[in-house]
């Protein structure tokens, strides 16, 4: 979320900036300055009330304990309460309607960010590895994994319907050993801390990352007996989480943290739920777009100042897991149209698949600086000293363990059908040097 009087003082720089993501001001802001200037003049007229009513609770006091009648000073007290009750009910009016205005407007992006609508529009910053060289076709993740047995979509079907898939055998333990592996990079190398967070979240931690309210629609709610009323958020109801980023980044909502201590760096795997309501028709084949899929996930706590460095070094967390498991891969900067609601700037890291003959993303690594810690109250105090500030939030998958689980079965397929096992696996795969039809 923006500060309001950021907004206030800012406003042509937010209307140009909205309109790069190509977003219509009007839409999003309303009539901001009118809106503006009634909140602010309820709450001057409320104040002005309230030191008049504290000034004549005086009198009141003083006419009593001399002996003389407070009647008429009672009656102006009485009726000063009931105009202050007006008044605070419009100022509450108005600050709610406020708050759901500065809540509708996304994140500003960073200078640096390109301009353009979509996603034709990202910028290629590098490229990192060599595409293979086939002696045959290759063919993509989803002929594979069914010819060899370890993925099953038929009976993913069955049981929970379209965009699902079942792992098997030495499919379900690549799954696993890419987890392992994963966690352990993160961990023991780039120090991290891992953290097992709830796969489910309440209301107001999905408005603390930002994906409620605007993608409410692509989220699995749970029916537990609560009703979600949009623009009021809980602490007692349910969703599945679509990403560990919510939990993981909630673990600090309204706390104030230890500036020795910052960076804070976090690490979590687990399951993400996600309607795809946006998604019909796309990438109906195999497992590129899953209602259920898994992904390793990095969050930072940072100081501002820190924050463009510590966003390159998470890029970098990331990336080391491809070049670990040399798979080509490409960052791209995105522009401010396919930046996301939340995000300043962002980068997505998108691997080779030479099944499907393209790249595709396999991690966004996000700089949020403020705009995540402003809606969730996650501050601290700079040098143990001064004002509390808001800290910066940080995130990327590293990585999104289907899709890098599809890249290594496209990327090491062989001619005869098998899938070789990547060096740095092998030992999460109990010695398997391949995968063979089973």
């Known amino acids: 979320m923006l500060d309001l009087g950021f907004v206030r003082n800012n406003l042509a720089l937010v209307e140009e900036k909205l309109r790069a993501r190509g977003a219509d001001p009007a839409v999003l802001l309303g009539d901001f300055h009118s809106l503006d200037a009634r909140r602010r003049e309820a709450i001057t007229q409320a104040e002005q009330l309230k030191a008049r009513r ?6 009141v006091g003083a006419l009593k304990k001399a002996g003389q009648d407070a009647t008429a000073v009672m009656n102006e007290t009485k009726a000063l309460k009931e105009q202050l009750d007006a008044l605070d009910t419009t100022a509450t009016k108005l600050d709610d309607e406020m708050r759901q205005s ?3 407007i996304p994140n500003l992006t960073r200078d640096e960010v390109p301009a353009g609508k979509s996603e034709a529009d990202n910028v290629c910053v590098k490229t990192w590895g060599e595409q293979r060289h086939f002696e045959f076709t290759p063919r993509p993740h989803w002929e594979i994994g069914e010819a060899l047995g370890i993925l099953d979509f038929e009976r993913a079907t069955k049981l929970s319907g379209a965009r699902f898939v079942v792992y098997k055998g030495a499919g379900a333990r690549l799954e696993r050993a890419l987890i392992n592996f994963m966690l352990d990079q993160h961990t023991g190398v780039h120090g991290y801390t891992e953290i097992l967070p709830p796969f489910m979240v ?11 309210p605007k993608f409410g629609d692509d989220l699995f709610r749970c029916d537990d007996g609560t009703e979600f009323v949009p623009g009021e958020y809980r602490d007692n109801d349910h969703w599945l989480i679509p990403t560990a980023e919510v939990p993981v980044t909630n673990l600090y ?4 943290l230890d500036d020795a201590k910052l960076p804070i760096n976090l690490t979590a795997y687990t399951p993400c739920f996600r309607a795809e309501a946006g998604a019909a028709g796309k990438d109906t084949r195999g497992i590129i777009r899953q209602h259920q899929f898994q992904k390793v996930e990095l969050v930072k706590f940072v100081r501002p100042e820190d924050s463009d460095a510590e966003h390159e070094k998470l890029t970098r967390n990331a990336e080391t897991i491809l070049e670990l498991l040399k798979l080509p891969y ?5 522009c401010a149209g396919d930046t996301g609601f939340s995000a300043a700037k962002t980068y997505d890291l998108e691997v080779w698949l030479p099944g499907q003959s393209t790249y595709r993303e396999i991690s966004s690594c996000s700089n949020f600086e403020a705009f995540q810690a402003r809606r969730a109250n996650i501050r601290y105090k700079p040098g143990g000293k001064g004002k509390n500030e808001f800290v910066h939030t940080l995130n990327g998958s590293g990585l999104a363990v289907g899709r890098t689980w599809l890249a290594i079965v ?3 397929q062989q001619a005869d059908g098998s899938v070789r096992i990547p060096e740095v696996l092998k030992q999460y795969m109990g010695g398997l040097e391949r995968i063979e039809a089973q």
């Open 253 to 256: 909502r309204d706390e104030i």
């Open 202 to 212: 309440n209301s107001k931690s999905l408005f603390g990352t930002g994906q409620l």
């Open 410 to 412: 496209e990327n090491y």
């Open 330 to 334: 490409r960052r791209m900067l995105l």
């Open 102 to 104: 500065l809540a509708r």
């Open 54 to 59: 504290n000034e004549l609770s005086q009198q």
